[in-house]
């Protein structure tokens, strides 16, 4: 695809050349996430971070990535929001933002209005979720994590286990993640969850004609058994039609050191798109893995500055003139972010 | 006027030249409003966007104003403010404010209070509406538009005839209108709307005494016979007594195609200060005049861009010096903001 | 100390040397926060201002102080973070934010919250209060301002006689205040309060052990005679178990002109922290100090930005490379911030 001008809606609509395009831009942009350069490639161009939803991890990631170039950012967070409430459409938001700002980035509670909004606007829109639609940035940086972990480009990925864990009925994330998995080489997937909370059978089956193998289990142990990569989910409480409900899966697929060690291969590492559950009891990840050098979630939450300015030095055609406006870092930056990194 | 250091907080403090001298340094700004060329002149400035009272747009609108001249913007929205339920006045805020910012946007609920936060502070002050008052740099962007849709410089326009419909007893947008648009030479006004909702006399006195024609209707047929101009506002439903008393005027004042056509100049243009009401029903726009060439509302909106940078630069005394900080845009820029832009 | 790279959480953690430091580079930086020169020594750094407790002017002060010398602010308050309800623990937000911005300030309601979310991570954590417990900012900015309104170097200090009046048993900044001058040169502190609002004993104890000699007082007219400095505070009414427990102390300690010229000494003033309860009755200020050049309460507010300046700079090793980057400011900038200034 000519990503110049594009909005980024929907994993569908990558091909893997196209994810390979992404991941080689965001390769380059690393020096600039880690702060070991910086760059003012986007001085003087604005994003529009409009959160119709709260989420302030997606919002500061995003806005994080806009500003390490020079650009400047207009928050807009979902309760401040009143033209709705006065009848205003969405073409009518979308439009005018767009006389405001150079791109924006969209989260809406309800599936399909993101793509309403793009379509009222010639500048960029990139999707940050739409209700239990998509969200394919989180898509592409679980994939860009998964190429670094295994050091290898994301086209000559073949043959992994990939377990996915958890809630996968609710999850869009692990949707968009199923979608954009299948890009790849003859994967082994194993679906690991209750039955009521397992993966939607139309996302099964497009695995299975993209000729990846697909195993469901309600069993941890047996899901993880030989596991290269291991991605955990919150239970996404607040999608559960009562509390109850919800309550009755909690913990069932706590993943803790032993079984990750007993089950997955050696060189397995663990995801999870964050934030996890950490309240004791919650089906997520186990204290014991804290410092676990297979623990790869804030790798993974790092990765999301260096994709998300590919994306941005995409769609705004600037990504050859990055290196051109480059310099280096002059205040102290430590050499790992957190005291447990390895 | 001096504008270096001046308060903006009512029409009423300027004379025909000022309008003029801001809409000159508006048309200087516009290349940079829509992106053509960037600016830097306002590096290491901060604008305090003070909202008392929500409002996305005009927010956006000022904050993306000062953003792209290479200005920080520092926003507060009303329901985070605290320091009034402590006992704070707003001379105390003011004050306070002055010492961290270069300049003030503050919106207000209440009649007054901008003029007063002014009062307490040597930094410049922008009034962005106080309550039912006044809300200056919109009419000051409305008037823009109807000079650039005139292709006539303000002070060389004469003889129009401005259909204003709607709610017009609520509405400060058009009560600040009728006052910039007074200063204008033997204008043709026609107030269109519900006796209940008509335009208060002391503003029709006004602009009889200035030398302008003044009718007033309950019928859109009869109101909008022969306009130039169609400026229509928005039910303010939030101001009446009760929703069934703001319901009584939902619709009845919809412009379509057909009244538009069949009443109206060929060279007439229609605009809105938005958001404007898109539900069934309501007194606003038709729908079938999405696309139409005489849709002025969001060419107006964009108009908000180089009219506030142009306050911008009048106030802070840079207006000579944003050419020689001036670049080449690298970015992608659509020539249209939007797909039906004509 | 060594600052590079280091947390600012508590008064505790300086020696008077350090305090000295602080107080060197913030005087360095008074011409970049009074904008009479501008830097853009952290051009493409990031701070993430992160108020789990909302405080405007905090929050503003903080941003201003960075953005002035050219890095971007991400701004997070309160009611929009949900991850907690999900569960997450303050480890997972820091480590996460760590990977998105260079150095982070953090309000949060609940003793001790600050310095958990400082213990994950590498990145510099600058403390902007945690409940009851320190904000050791605001009292090294009220430090500074006794520096300045004596025109003496801290570390040359010597036998003031300092009034602490008011809510002294609630209020964290009166008790940071007290810690931070315990490092002078045998002070005279007087402590102004209901008994039932007193100073701390173990916080009068500090003074008395470090060789100041310490008074207590119920009696304004006592308290006041002979004093240097006054430091008045708000009644922490939120503090109190009931509104009619709060109501019982308001007004008793109003500070007038006829009080505070009768019984201080010729050269005294009067500090408070902002913000001070105007209304009518309050235990605050009274509004005839109005423009009395003893009253230093908003240049204590504007020295914020300079000593935070002086923070960010030194606990990111850029105090030496201001210089390099400086240049003149070429916007309006007035003499005076207020029209009451002296």
Chains 1, 2, 3 share one sequence.
Not at 15 to 39: C, G, N, S, W, Y
Not at 177 to 195: E, G, H, I
């Amino acid at each position: 695809m000519n990503f110049t001008g594009s909005h980024i809606l929907t994993i569908d609509q990558f091909q893997l050349a196209d994810v390979r395009r992404i991941f080689e831009t965001a390769e380059r942009m690393e020096p600039f996430a880690l702060r070991k350069r910086r760059t003012q490639v986007l001085q003087g161009a604005l994003l529009g971070n409009l959160f119709f939803e709260a989420s302030t991890r997606s919002r500061f990631s995003f806005a994080a990535a806009f500003e390490r170039m020079g650009g400047a950012v207009r928050d807009m967070i979902g309760f401040e929001h009143t033209s709705f409430q006065k009848g205003e459409s969405i073409h009518d938001t979308s439009r005018v933002m767009s006389g405001y700002v150079d791109v924006m980035v969209v989260r809406h509670p309800e599936v399909g209005k993101v793509h309403e909004f793009a379509s009222a606007t010639n500048i960029p829109v990139i999707n940050s979720g739409d209700g239990t639609g998509e969200h394919p940035t989180q898509a592409l940086l679980d994939l860009y994590t998964v190429q670094k972990e295994t050091k290898t480009p994301v086209d000559k990925i073949k043959g992994l286990r990939v377990a996915i864990v958890g809630d996968l009925r609710h999850g869009r994330t692990v949707h968009s993640l199923v979608k954009v998995m299948a890009l790849l080489d003859r994967l082994d997937f194993s679906f690991v969850a209750p039955d009521a909370l397992q993966m939607p059978a139309e996302l099964a089956d497009l695995a299975q004609e993209r000729g990846h193998k697909v195993a469901m289990t309600e069993s941890l142990d047996e899901g993880l058994e030989g596991s290269d990569v291991v991605y955990c989910t919150r239970l996404q409480e607040e999608r559960f039609a009562t509390a109850a409900e919800a309550a009755r899966y909690r913990g069932s697929y706590a993943i803790n050191r032993d079984v990750f060690e007993r089950r997955c291969k050696p060189t397995a590492f663990l995801m999870h798109p964050l934030p996890r559950d950490s309240r004791s009891g919650a089906m997520e990840i186990s204290p014991d893995m804290d410092g676990h050098p297979a623990l790869a979630v804030f790798r993974q939450a790092d990765n999301g500055i260096a994709v998300r300015m590919a994306l941005f030095v995409l769609v705004l055609g600037v990504a050859d003139k990055v290196e051109s406006t480059a310099q280096e870092v002059g205040w102290y930056v430590p050499k790992k972010f957190g005291p447990k990194d390895v």
